[in-house]
């Protein structure tokens, strides 16, 4: 599939705003060849500045949205029956990570910065909905984190059961980590445990996302982005990067290859 009609076929997926019709095909089609040219002035920087994206982070990003939906094959069903298959997905991957990876060369993101005390946590959670698991009653939840603390208290590596067992997708590829968790930042009861629990005792807690295994691995004072500051840092670094896509269309040699057809 071409990448232009992979971009057609996920605009056209697009819900409209509330009390609108959506966008015409006309406008779709123009959006879709904007973005196509964008992403080859993003490629030739790329190309002539040796910035490149690995297939390993391809396949990491792909793992990871799998992960949240489910499994591979939630993926897989979801790309199918928007008409994509997994080649072209993966090439959008790729186009997305190489353009913020310009867009950081190009646009660097300012933030500032203020010292705060940090926790490094790791947890595993075992919720009673998963996303594409069978549901489990409370009991049957807290047992079976009963079981995989025993297993850690017993030598087991707490990095592995989290692959295996965490129904968090956002942590479970990295060993259950959170490093660096700010006061404030989780839920109370997993804050209170992050900032209070001694360290390397994992032990139990519940919150409303189920029960979770956690340990906390250390606790030190760490620049941390300052949220509202970062918040314009971004739309700054958005606007840049903007500017600098506009000056190099004026610049670019153009063809359109592509026309929409009135059915």
């Known amino acids: 599939m071409s990448k232009f009609k992979t971009l057609s076929v996920l605009a056209a997926q697009q819900p409209p705003a509330p009390g609108s019709k959506g966008p015409t095909p006309k406008v779709l089609t123009t959006e879709v060849m904007n973005q196509l040219i964008v992403d080859e002035l993003v490629r030739e920087y790329a190309a002539s500045h040796g910035i490149s994206v690995s297939n390993a982070t391809v396949l990491t990003q792909e793992n990871q949205q799998a992960a949240s939906l489910g499994g591979h094959a939630a993926l897989i069903a979801r790309l199918t029956h928007f008409g994509i298959d997994e080649t072209a997905y993966r090439e959008l991957i790729y186009s997305a ?10 646009a660097p993101l300012k933030v500032r910065t203020t010292r705060q005390q940090v926790a490094d ?13 069978a549901a489990r009653t409370d009991p049957q939840a807290h047992t079976l984190a009963q079981q995989i603390l025993t297993k850690i208290q017993h030598g087991a590596n707490f990095g592995a059961l989290a692959k295996q067992y965490s129904d968090d997708p956002g ?8 490093p660096q968790v700010t006061k404030g930042e989780m839920v109370p009861q997993f804050d209170q445990a992050s900032f209070n629990d001694k360290l390397h005792h994992p032990r139990i807690i519940k919150t409303s ?19 509202t500051s970062q918040n314009q840092a971004q739309a700054a670094q958005q606007q840049a990067f903007n500017l600098w896509v506009t000056q190099h269309k004026k610049t670019a040699t153009i063809k359109r290859l592509a026309t929409i057809q009135k059915s």
């Open 97 to 106: 990570a190489l353009g913020q990876k310009v867009e950081t060369k190009v």
């Open 209 to 227: 996302y189920g029960y979770h295994i956690i340990e906390v691995l250390g606790r030190h004072t760490a620049s941390i982005p300052n949220q």
């Open 121 to 133: 946590v790791r947890h595993i959670l075992i919720m009673l909905k998963p996303q594409g698991k």
């Open 171 to 178: 942590s479970a590829a990295k060993g259950g980590e959170y």
